[in-house]
């Protein structure tokens, strides 16, 4: 009884959950770090919620900005793992190992390019980076993410540069506002899982 994951040519399963039960996920994970941020926010600020997206910049701007930096960034990170020795390392990271063997369509890429980035991006670059500072937000960001491995100067290097990832998330959020973070982390989600998942076509 093992209708949602499929066997591979290769004997490998493939994640393929139901883009109603990835939604869900998503907008569980999603409510998680809502409730987190909240709990961060009214303990250990003085402001409340809404005070975390304020910015000299519209709304129209940091969405601009951001998925402009999104692309970017995912276009300079993409070019770096398809190339040695980082493209031999990739299947130590087990969100890599997750991502090309799903089955996701384009509507469960984008939902979870979307909730991922507005839920992450205001529980660590909202609620935890002014308080912390943004290296050590990134440091715990990526941590979590499993993004640091010390087998190699491969390894090394791949966490650093999530980290740099990392760390520009949270300078778009000090400088041009959290939506711009948000909208950043999101473009840069979807363009990665659609041309990771492209490769395994």
Known sequence: MNESIPEQSDGKKALSLSTGKLLIWSIVSANIYMFLSLLIIKYWHDGWLTDLFISDFSVWIQIGV???AGALTAAVIYFI???QPISGIL???TIFQALTEAKFSFFDRAQISFFAG????LLFR??????LGNTVTSIIFIG?????????????FFGVMMF????TLGLLSQHIGLIAAMAAHAVYDLVMLQ???????
């Open 66 to 68: 951001g998925a402009g």
């Open 81 to 83: 793992i398809n190339r």
């Open 91 to 93: 299947d130590d990271f």
């Open 118 to 121: 507005a839920g992450e991006e």
């Open 126 to 131: 909202g609620a935890i980076q002014p308080l």
């Open 144 to 156: 979590i993410h499993g993004y640091f491995k010390f087998k190699s100067p491969a390894h090394i």
């Open 164 to 167: 740099g990832l990392s760390f």
């Open 195 to 201: 041309v990771i998942q492209g490769k395994k076509k």
